[in-house]
């Protein structure tokens, strides 16, 4: 009798004990084991399910009030595109990080306990959301960084400006990040299958995201891309640092400007350059706690990278505080256009008043 045939490869032993310890981690969170206190676990509940969803509400509103006056403006210049992609990029975010699925999943006593057509039907809605969620994130962290690469070409090399940045090219590079960020996260979703198992302390069978054989054997790509994506925050510095040579730059031709004539009336494009860098400081402020996750990578915890993803854990807490942070500056973007451009804000105001106008219309034809 050929023993080799009856006994377990060696080759696939360690998939099957790493899923047997990924199952249990899955199905002991919010019952035992939890690294979070009472009191904090309560603040991650309120933050996860009360204050992300209230500021996304009116990030949504804002950000699709941008993308409507930035349409009517057309994108004949690249800080339009940029803006427009950003306003698409952070309501889609915002959409990512509030899907149902998602807290139902993070925040359940483990799992989806519901019957398999049902729990797999919510798991391919989970992996949906949270793909939204990790594609945007990125380009929602990038475009502020193009925006302000942007800046500093009409701020320093004026005259080459319009040969160097063009809508074409801006296009092309927003469509490249965003092509990035969704090949990426197509890579990512190999890593998980559905998997209805039972779970012997509630009695009942649930479906789970599981873990895949090519994830196990491919774990080392996954803890390089947290690295990579962890290094992305610097680039915060960047627009940090930009941010204080254009402004230095603007205060030394505002004076040249003043001493030539005399206090004449504001050009566009600085006027343009002052709403595109009030964006780009309150982007650095916000997000610059983030950067702590460059210096200290194990500071936050990313879910989708890790072997047993505890999502009641101090590191996955803080992980949505961030998710929060980042929620905030992509809200706040409609406020700073229409609080220091003009002409954007006599456009949302001309479009406010030809909605009224269209309703009190509608109004007196139906008396």
């Known amino acids: ?26 199905l002991k969170q919010g019952i035992i084991d939890l690294v979070l206190d009472q009191l904090t676990d309560k603040v991650h509940w309120i933050i996860v399910f009360v204050v992300t969803p209230a500021i996304s509400l009116l990030g949504l509103v804002g950000n699709t ?18 803006l427009f992609s950003l306003a698409i990029s952070d309501s889609l975010f915002i959409i990512g ?16 306990a519901y019957p398999e057509p049902t729990a797999r039907v919510l798991y391919y809605l989970y992996q949906l959301t949270d793909s939204i969620n990790w594609t945007t994130g990125p380009t929602s962290l990038m475009i502020p960084v193009f925006v302000m690469v942007e800046r500093l070409i009409a ?9 160097i940045v063009t809508v074409r090219r801006t296009v092309i590079a927003v469509v490249v990040l965003f092509a990035g960020t969704i090949i990426m996260q197509i890579y990512i979703r190999t890593w998980f299958k559905f998997a209805y198992v039972f779970d012997s302390s509630r009695n009942i069978s649930v479906g789970i995201a599981m873990r895949t054989d090519s994830y196990w054997a491919q774990r080392h790509i996954s803890k390089g891309l ?13 627009v940090g640092c930009g941010c204080i040579a254009i402004g230095v730059k603007m205060k ?30 309150f982007y650095t402020f916000a997000c610059f706690p983030t950067l702590l996750t460059a210096v200290v ?30 929620c905030i500056n992509g809200s706040c973007n409609f406020l700073i256009y229409v609080a220091t451009n003009a002409k954007f804000r006599e456009t949302f105001l001309n479009l406010l008043q030809c909605q009224r106008t269209n309703s009190r219309s509608g109004n007196i034809s139906r008396m």
């Not at 009030?65 to 940029?82: D, P, Q, Y």
């Open 1 to 26: 009798m050929d023993r080799s045939a009856s006994s377990p490869s060696p080759e696939r032993a360690p998939e099957a004990v790493y899923n047997d310890i990924y199952i249990k981690t899955i």
């Open 297 to 326: 990578p194990t500071f936050m915890v990313f879910p989708v990278f890790q072997d047993k993803p505890n999502f009641r854990s101090i590191g996955v807490f803080i992980y949505h505080i961030y998710k929060l942070v980042f």
């Open 97 to 112: 990080i509030n899907g149902p699925p998602k807290p139902m999943y993070e925040f359940g006593p483990g799992g989806f």
């Open 252 to 281: 030394m031709v505002a004076r040249k400007r003043l001493e030539m004539t005399m206090g004449q009336k504001e050009a566009n494009n600085s006027r343009t350059t002052k709403m595109l860098l009030c964006l780009c400081i």
């Open 155 to 163: 701020v320093f090399l004026p005259l080459r400006f319009h040969s």
């Open 226 to 238: 947290e690295i990579f994506v962890n290094s992305v925050f610097v680039m915060i510095i960047f």
């Open 65 to 82: 009030f941008s993308a409507i006056v930035l349409t009517k403006h057309g994108f004949k210049k690249s800080s339009n595109v940029l």
